[in-house]
């Protein structure tokens, strides 16, 4: 009976699911209760390798091909946190990876846009999304450091890759009050910030430190 075993399994990733949105984000002090809600919501074991499944709801990041990793859980949920969605924004994700982060975003913004260097990568991340029916996104192959200029202004932009500096097409891109979420810093180790757009200014704030594959593109790390 393939059917009740698969519904088993499921049910079994639904309590995971729950079990890691108490034990790793709320008693860590994720407060947002849109972003708990949907992180108790998002099968985050199809967005990784098949054989990886039994590690989805797991404290760490997970590998997903091309030296790739999807983002421990407590990293989506500060960065998605950090954004203060309230549901009509239009947001930009640069690193699209698995896909996961884009799936929470697009949960909680009126449009989710993200960009991804890997061809491969933005395919099957594209064609998962729209089996587990999103349709308020779009993803595009490419450099992320350039952002996305046809789509622009966003109202929050998300970098989920480690950048040697705030690349300023990014920030360029930003609508007024908008937010920037990014790692900062040394090719193995980086600063969490948030830039704020405020006027003519840019408003920064440092949220602790954190580990990201690499940003490589034009205002980012170089090829090597
Ligand atoms: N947000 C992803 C995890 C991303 S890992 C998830 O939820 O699964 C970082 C991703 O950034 C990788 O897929 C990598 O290929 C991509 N990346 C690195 N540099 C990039 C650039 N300049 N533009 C777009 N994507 C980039």
Redesign the pocket.
């Given at each position: 009976m393939p059917f009740q075993k698969e519904k088993i399994q499921e049910e079994n990733f639904e309590r995971l699911r729950r079990e890691m949105v108490h034990s790793q984000l709320e008693r860590r002090n994720i407060t947002d209760q849109r972003v708990l809600e949907v992180m108790r919501k998002v099968p985050r074991h199809k967005?990784v390798p098949e054989r990886m499944r039994g590690e989805a709801y797991d404290d760490h990041p997970l590998p997903?091909g091309?030296g790739?990793?999807?983002?421990q859980p407590y990293m989506?949920a500060i960065m998605t946190e950090l954004l203060g969605l309230r549901g009509e924004e239009r947001v930009l994700?640069?690193?699209?990876?698995?896909?996961?982060?884009?799936a929470i975003l697009a949960e909680l913004a009126r449009e989710a846009f993200?960009?991804?260097?890997?061809g491969p990568?933005a395919d099957q991340?594209r064609a998962r999304l729209r089996e587990l029916g999103y349709r308020n996104f779009e993803i595009r192959a490419?450099?992320?450091?350039l952002g996305w200029p046809e789509r622009a202004p966003f109202d929050g932009i998300i970098v989920?890759?480690g950048s040697p500096d705030v690349p300023a097409p990014l920030v360029e891109q930003l609508s007024e009050g908008g937010r920037l979420v990014i790692p900062v810093g040394e090719e193995r180790h980086q600063e969490l910030y948030r830039l704020t757009r405020e006027g003519g200014k840019t408003r920064k704030e440092f949220f602790g430190g954190c580990v990201?594959?690499?940003?490589?593109?034009?205002h980012?790390?170089e090829v090597g």
């Open positions: 967005f997903i091309k790739q990793t999807i983002s989506v994700e640069i690193g699209t990876g698995s896909g996961y982060q884009l993200s960009v991804e260097r890997f990568l991340a490419g450099d992320g450091t989920t890759a990201f594959v690499p940003l490589v593109g034009e980012g790390w």
